[in-house]
């Protein structure tokens, strides 16, 4: 489902945030990528939206090779991936319904076939009865499920998420890892950057491990 082939990412500034990496994650699989801070975590999850391009190597996504992807073909791709981050880049002037409603806006989706589907995904995560709230009136672990909500309103078969419980106490952490696992069992393949070594114990996953960009483990 996902596939890196030896991809270095140098940054002019900085050197090599990433070296020679290589791995395959199977569909429906389930991984947690790990390391120290500046190890090259983020860099690896930015390559896979096309937010960053790679120096050298090659990325495959769905069978579909990334690394010539025009502009143009870059939103298609991105409809594969749900993306969820630490802090949750909610729009705090939009409601609830609103956030979650925004890729599908975004894809054109008709106003019935948005609020079905943004329901669903409220429903799923456990925030249907909050749709007209606004972030700044929830929860951290609320507003991370609105963010989560909105990573997979559209569907994705792969979900991405970098350090998703960075922000939030160990109960509501395993909480959102519970939710991992529940698109997890329906076939969708993760891959979860986190620091939290208690919880990747207690979920025993693969886990792709990262020191100074080149991944030690896991590949
Ligand atoms: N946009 C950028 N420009 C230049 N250097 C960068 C950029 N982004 C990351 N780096 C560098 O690349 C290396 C890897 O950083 P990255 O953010 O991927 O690590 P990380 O494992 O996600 O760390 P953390 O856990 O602290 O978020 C670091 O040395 C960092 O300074």
Redesign the pocket.
Known sequence: MLEFQNVT?R?????D??SEVSFALEPGELAFLT????????????LIPVI?RPTRGKIVLDGQPINRLTQREIPFLRRKLGLIFQDYRLLHDRTVFDNVALPLAIAGYSPVEIGRRVRAALDKVGLLRKEKRYPKGLSGGEQQRVGIARAIVHKPPVILA??PTGNLDPELSAEIMGLFREFNAVGVTLLI?T?DLGLISRMACRRLR?HQ?RLLEGG
Not at 11 to 15: F, K, V
Not at 35 to 46: C, F, I, N, W
């Open positions: 990412k940054y002019s500034e900085s050197g945030a990433l390391g120290h801070s500046g190890a090259g975590k983020s860099t690896l999850l930015r960053e970098d350090e950057a620091h990262l960009g």
